[in-house]
C-alpha cells in the first residue's frame, strides 16, 4: 500500500519570502501522480500543482514549484514571494497509474503566511 | 458550471441514528471518492467508485456504505455501527483510466456533528 508522509505539521513564513513543504512517499509502482493541494479556511480542496512521476523536469506553477527526486521518493513544494492568501492546510497527495486510482493524502501542514 | 456538489453543508444526527451525505457531479467523472477529515488526521478514504454499480472499499470503511446506481451520484450513508461519526466529510470525483492523470476535484464538505 501507498503511504504519503508530511512530516511537518505547522510551518510559518514571512509576507514575500520563500518557504518550502516537505513530502516522501513510498510506493513500488513506477507510474503514478503527485499533488499538492491547498485547503483555505473555507475548506474547499484546490489543487496547487501535479507532476507525473515519468516526466524528469519539476512542475511549475507561477509562484509554486516542486522538487520531486524520485530515487528519494520526495516530493517538496516551494512557494516563492510568499502571500497571505497562502495561509492554508497544504496536503500531498498520491495517485497509482495502474488500476488503482485511488487518492492517497498525507496528514498535511498547516502554512501561516506572517505580514 | 461544472462542479461538485454536496448537501447539506452541516448536518446534526441523534446517535443510533443513520444519515445520508449526499454528493452530485456533473463532470462526466467515472471515479467518485469519498473521505473523511479529522484534525491531525488528513484525508482518509472511506470508499470509492470507478464505475456505474461498483465501488470498493478505501482504509476507514466500517460503518459506511454506499452506492453508486448513477454516474452523477455517490451517497454515503453513516450508520449507527460508525462509533465516532462527527467529522468533515469531502466528496471528491476524477476521471478513469490506467496512465491517466487522476487529478481529483472536490465538494465544499459536509460538517456531520452527533448529538
Known amino acids: 500500500a501507498q503511504t504519503v508522509t508530511q512530516s511537518q505539521p505547522e510551518m510559518s513564513v514571512q509576507e514575500a519570502e520563500t518557504v518550502t513543504l516537505s513530502c516522501t512517499y513510498d510506493t513500488s509502482e513506477n507510474n503514478y501522480y503527485l499533488f499538492w493541494y491547498k485547503q483555505p479556511p473555507s475548506r474547499q480542496m484546490i489543487l496547487v500543482i501535479r507532476q507525473e512521476a515519468y516526466k524528469q523536469q ?3 506553477e507561477n509562484r509554486f514549484s516542486v522538487n520531486f527526486q ?46 | 458550471d461544472g462542479g461538485i456538489t454536496q448537501s447539506p453543508k452541516y448536518l ?6 443513520n444519515v445520508t451525505l449526499s454528493c452530485e457531479q456533473n463532470l462526466n467523472h467515472d471515479a467518485m471518492y469519498w473521505y473523511r477529515q479529522d484534525p491531525g488526521q488528513g484525508l482518509r478514504l472511506i470508499y470509492y467508485s ?5 465501488f470498493q472499499k478505501g482504509d476507514i470503511a466500517e460503518g459506511y456504505s454506499v452506492s453508486r446506481e448513477k454516474k452523477e451520484s455517490f451517497p454515503l450513508t453513516v450508520t449507527s455501527a460508525q462509533k465516532n461519526p462527527t467529522a468533515f466529510y469531502l466528496c471528491a470525483s476524477s476521471i478513469w483510466g490506467q496512465n491517466m492523470n487522476t487529478e481529483a476535484f472536490f465538494g465544499q464538505g459536509t460538517r ?4
Open chain 2, 112 to 115: 456531520l456533528t452527533v448529538v
Open chain 1, 70 to 115: 524520485k530515487a528519494a521518493k520526495s516530493f517538496s513544494l516551494k512557494i516563492s514571494d510568499s502571500q497571505l492568501g497562502d495561509t492554508a492546510m497544504y496536503f500531498c497527495a498520491f495517485s497509482s497509474g495502474g488500476s488503482n486510482y485511488k487518492l492517497t493524502f498525507g496528514k498535511g501542514t498547516l502554512l501561516t503566511v506572517n505580514p
Open chain 2, 50 to 54: 470507478q464505475i456505474v454499480n461498483d
Open chain 1, 58 to 60: 519539476n512542475a511549475t
Open chain 2, 12 to 17: 446534526f444526527r441523534k446517535e443510533g441514528q
